[in-house]
């Protein structure tokens, strides 16, 4: 295992909202195995989060008001650029990453190979996820296997853009995100890891059928967007 001094230049953010329950295991097991700074980004809980993530010894970010998944981790990226980290890692706050899958994601940005990594574990997909995901693969053009998944490391090219008042306007980490990063030109792999059943709660997504209809409408608008911008670039040539 690499030594804890390697990861002194790496920033782990994690979104939360009322996820009393894991965010300070999720820290701690963080804290046992390297040496990165653990950001909260609290997107204003109603329970003890905060608290909790303070004495398990993460700097916190508390948001005034919910801004969203991809908002609080926003927050945390314009944090990270800001600080001057080289590679920001995202993971949920609900106990499904496992803090070792860092090496896995860190190993191919320090090798110079890619800009952006995404641990990937499609199996874990509900039926629903996997007819979304089919979807928008055709309408994006992106090969990627795992859409959705919140365990993403970043280099500092790749911070710094989705830092940007261009990626504000976003209201999802996913689809979103990954149409900018790959209009950029930036480069995107995917490294396979496991992922853990959640222990509490549900998906912010796919929770009810309004949540899913609303992300789906979203999502094929900006796959749609992609084309419509893929045109308008060839009648300026």
């Keep these: 295992m690499k030594t804890l001094s390697s990861f002194e230049h790496t920033i782990v953010l994690i979104p939360a909202k009322n996820e009393v329950n894991t965010v300070g295991k999720v820290i701690s097991e963080l804290k046992t195995r390297f040496a990165a700074t653990v950001v909260v980004i609290d997107d204003a809980s109603t329970d003890e989060t905060v608290t909790v993530a303070r004495t398990a010894g993460a700097i916190v970010l508390p948001l005034p008001f919910s801004l969203g998944a991809w908002g609080a981790i926003q927050t945390g990226l314009r944090y990270a650029l800001k600080h001057g980290f080289q590679i920001a890692i995202t993971m949920d706050a609900d106990g499904q990453h496992e803090a070792d899958s860092i090496q896995a ?7 110079g190979k890619c800009d ?79 992922m853990y059943p959640r222990t509490d709660g549900h998906s912010r997504i796919f929770n009810t059928w309004w949540a899913v209809t609303r992300y789906m409408l979203h999502t094929a608008i900006l796959c749609l967007a992609r084309f419509n911008h893929k045109e308008k670039l060839q009648g300026l040539r």
């Design 116 to 194: 952006v990594v995404i641990g990937a574990y499609p199996q874990r997909g509900s039926i629903l996820r996997r007819i979304a995901w089919s979807i928008f693969r055709k309408l994006s053009g992106l090969t990627l296997e795992d859409l959705t998944s919140g365990l993403r490391a970043y280099n500092r090219t790749a911070i710094t853009l989705l830092a940007s008042k261009d990626a504000t306007l976003l209201d999802y980490q996913d689809m979103g995100v990954l149409i900018l990063l790959h209009k950029a030109g930036l480069r995107v792999v995917e490294t396979p890891i496991l």
């Design 105 to 111: 994601l860190s190993a191919p940005i320090l090798n």
